[in-house]
T-cell receptor
């Protein structure tokens, strides 16, 4: 399949364990954050989002945590499955100018 | 509801040629953004179109251009191709603003020889 990024940081997690993927964002004016999942050969797929007036949001098996004090975002995946293998990107959006900044991505590798 | 579609999926060109890529957004979405994705640079914003007008533009040379039609479908064009233009070109649509959740297409893989 196509390689999204040859030099991305990689997180290796045992199947069934929880995964935590971190992202440091850069713009203190960003007020909307999204996590995307990109599988080989596909475009990024929306996973979960969070607005700056929240510090936690839960979806199905995923939780996003936002710490505005240190400009940090994390994605937690519960009970990681082989299908979770992908590159995960965070994106920050500023309401001021609609500017979107994507993180470089983290490759999640599931160990059997 | 059908997702974002992009054509072609794969393309091989030689230096100096030009290329046109097409994107059909999700029905009802009026904002279309284009991105270039490479292993070294990650996702980089090219431009955004809304109601047939370019609303935002990234830091790419004038060889990269685009347009949007009345049905919200969009095309991007790259003229005088360079080897460094080899990348995955992604189109994303959203309801009305780039600041909203964007839904991506599968991308067009361009290889410049």
């Amino acid at each position: 399949g196509e390689s999204v990024g040859l030099h991305l940081p990689t997180l290796s997690v045992q199947e069934g364990d929880n995964s935590i993927i971190n992202c440091a964002y850069s713009n203190s004016a960003s007020d909307y954050f999204i996590w995307y999942k990109q599988e080989s050969g596909k475009g990024p797929q929306f996973i979960i989002d969070i607005r700056s007036n929240m510090d936690k949001r839960q979806g199905q098996r995923v939780t996003v945590l936002l710490n505005k004090t240190v400009k940090h975002l994390s994605l937690q995946i519960a009970a990681t499955q082989p299908g979770d293998s992908a590159v995960y990107f965070c994106a920050e959006i500023s309401a001021w100018d609609d500017k979107i900044i994507f993180g470089k991505g983290t490759r999640l590798h599931i160990l059997p | 509801k059908a997702g974002v579609t992009q054509t072609p999926r794969y393309l091989i060109k030689t230096r100096g040629q030009q290329v046109t890529l097409s994107c059909s957004p999700i029905s009802g979405h009026r904002s279309v953004s284009w991105y270039q994705q490479t292993p070294g640079q990650g996702l980089q914003f090219l431009f955004e179109y809304f109601s047939e007008t370019q609303r935002n533009k990234g830091n790419f040379p004038g060889r990269f251009s685009g347009r949007q039609f009345s049905n919200s479908r969009s095309e991007m064009n790259v003229s005088t191709l360079e080897l460094g233009d080899s990348a995955l070109y992604l189109c994303a649509s959203s309801l009305s603003s780039r600041g909203e959740t964007q839904y991506f297409g599968p991308g067009t893989r361009l290889l410049v020889l």
